[in-house]
Nanobody
Framework: QVQLVESGGGLVQAGDSLRLSCAAS????????MGWLRQAPGKEREFVAA???????TDYADSVKGRFTVSRDNAKLVQLQMNSLKPEDTAVYYC???????????????????WGQGTQVTVSS
C-alpha cells in the first residue's frame, strides 16, 4: 500500500505556472503507475496526466497537452508542472496510484487504487 500527499497548489493568474508535488510513502511506490486527476466545482473528477512506473510512458488529457508535464524520480516523488494556466484549470488536483499498472495508462477514476487528499489550484482571469 502507498500513502500519497499532494502539495504546491495555490492562487495564480491566467498565464502563470505552478508545480504540484506528490510525496509517497511505502516501499512499493516505484512499482505503481501514477496519475493526476482533478475535480472542478460541480463537475466530475477527470483525468489530467499519467506516468508509467519507470517514467518512460506518459499520457495527457487533450485539454492540458503542451502545457502540463508529469514526471517522477522514483525517490517517492511525482510532479506536475503546469504552465500557461487558464481559469478552466481551476480545480482540486489529486495524485493517484494504479497498483495494477494497466496499459494503456489508466485515464479514468476507476483505474486508480490509492488517492491523496487533493490540493486546490485556483486560476484567476
Amino acid at each position: 500500500q502507498v500513502q500519497l500527499v499532494e502539495s504546491g497548489g495555490g492562487l495564480v493568474q491566467a498565464g502563470d505556472s505552478l508545480r504540484l508535488s506528490c510525496a509517497a510513502s511505502g516501499r512499493t511506490f516505484g512499482t505503481y503507475t501514477m496519475g493526476w486527476l482533478r475535480q472542478a466545482p460541480g463537475k466530475e473528477r477527470e483525468f489530467v496526466a499519467a506516468i508509467s512506473r519507470l517514467g518512460v510512458t506518459t499520457d495527457y488529457a487533450d485539454s492540458v497537452k503542451g502545457r502540463f508535464t508529469v514526471s517522477r524520480d522514483n525517490a517517492k516523488l511525482v510532479q506536475l508542472q503546469m504552465n500557461s494556466l487558464k481559469p478552466e484549470d481551476t480545480a482540486v488536483y489529486y495524485c493517484a496510484a494504479d497498483a495494477r499498472n494497466k496499459y494503456p495508462l489508466a485515464t479514468t477514476v476507476q483505474g486508480y487504487d490509492y488517492w491523496g487528499q487533493g490540493t486546490q489550484v485556483t486560476v484567476s482571469s
